[in-house]
């Protein structure tokens, strides 16, 4: 597959720090935004909310007849559209995320999420953060960006994110459903996360969050060159 405009990827897994910088990124470079889980979010929001087994691929198939990705309001960030209405805000809950890690291990689903995220490649360019993104979706993007980051520190960013969102959690529920997540995301069959052999690494654990702005955009002058 040849792209008609540049890709940069960025992945990691949960609370890695990979959706703030993308967004900084795209901001920085006037570049389009996908948020891939965004999509297994959707699936798992939407099944649930239209009692759809997710295990039939006719009917998740149907369910998507009504689905795509729009960018709006001048914004160049893509967001959920279904059946015409904006549902982004409602995938960023734990309980849909949970939901979503169990969605994202089936392949037929990955399988048709795949057009969906190429069709989102648009000049100038596109950052795609996910899981899979340097490995499977967008293999020849020019940039690839693994993050890490220490697994109590990604722990408190997800529960001070929760807390923002109204949720009632607490530090240490959130850490053992991160861990199970992490498992379960790196130890499945179809699509692990896992860094692209190209991939640069970051850790994420002790840089703030301009240093890491810094140090991508350093290595993208560096790809453009090469
Ligand atoms: O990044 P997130 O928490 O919004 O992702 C939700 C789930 O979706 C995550 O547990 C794994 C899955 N996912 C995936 O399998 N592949 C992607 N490219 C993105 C997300």
């Given at each position: 597959m040849t792209f008609n405009a540049p890709v940069i990827t960025i992945d990691g897994l949960s609370s890695s720090g990979k959706s703030t910088i993308s967004v900084l990124l795209a901001?920085?470079?006037?570049?389009?935004?996908?948020d891939s889980g965004m999509l297994y979010?959707?699936?798992?929001?939407?099944?649930?909310?239209?009692?759809?087994?997710v295990n039939s691929e006719e009917k998740i198939h149907r369910l998507?007849?009504?689905?795509?990705?729009?960018?709006?309001?001048?914004?160049?960030?893509?967001?959920?559209?279904y059946k015409n209405k904006d549902i982004t805000d409602y995938l960023n809950t734990e309980s849909v995320g949970i939901n979503a890690s169990i969605i994202a291990k089936i392949q037929f689903v990955r399988d048709l999420l795949l057009p969906i995220q190429h069709s989102?490649?648009?000049?100038p360019g596109l950052i795609a953060n996910g899981r899979d993104m340097g490995t499977i979706v967008f293999p020849k993007a020019i940039l690839k960006i693994f993050f890490t980051a220490?697994?109590?520190?990604?722990?408190?960013?997800?529960?001070e994110e929760l807390l923002k969102l109204g949720e009632d959690v607490d530090f240490s529920s959130v850490l053992s459903l991160l861990k199970a997540r992490d498992e379960a995301d790196k130890n499945r069959n179809i699509s692990p996360v896992k860094p692209a052999h190209?991939?640069?690494?970051?850790?994420?654990?002790?840089?703030?969050?301009?240093?890491?702005?810094?140090?991508?955009?350093?290595l993208y002058t560096i790809s453009r060159v090469k």
């Open positions: 901001e920085e470079l006037g570049w389009h935004l996908l979010r959707s699936l798992a929001y939407l099944t649930e909310l239209e009692s759809v087994d998507m007849n009504n689905f795509k990705l729009s960018t709006i309001n001048e914004s160049n960030i893509y967001r959920v559209i989102c490649i648009k000049e220490d697994i109590e520190i990604r722990a408190q960013r997800r529960y190209d991939a640069q690494i970051v850790d994420s654990s002790k840089l703030n969050i301009a240093s890491v702005l810094d140090k991508i955009l350093e």
